[in-house]
């Protein structure tokens, strides 16, 4: 059991170290072969900063996405506890707990 946790947390934290290499990595592509000697159609330096590009964006909207669904997520479920929680409470009424009323 505890197994299994530590390794999808590894497992998360492998995924996301990727994520941040390609972002970074295709950014650094970018700025620094922006300006280059380009042959015109065909450049191949021009199709890997086009790939690069559609990279950064491909994981920025799947960033966007899953941060937004997380937080939908953790707000639903926080949301739903004490109604959840209150759906199994029995209402408490002196005549239900029989006190008695004496004057
Ligand atoms: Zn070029």
Wanted: with cysteine.
């Amino acid at each position: 059991m505890k197994y299994g946790k530590n390794h999808r947390r590894s497992l998360a934290l492998l995924l996301a170290l990727f994520i941040a290499a390609a972002l970074l990595f295709s950014s650094f592509f970018v700025f620094t072969h922006l300006k280059h000697d380009c042959t015109g159609k065909g450049c191949s330096v021009c199709t890997e900063i086009g790939t690069c590009i559609r990279t950064i964006h491909l994981l920025s909207d799947a960033i966007g996405w899953g941060a937004a669904g997380i937080l939908v997520c953790i707000c639903v479920k926080n949301l739903g506890k004490p109604y959840a929680a209150g759906l199994y409470l029995c209402p408490a009424s002196l005549v239900r707990l029989k006190v008695r009323l004496n004057h």
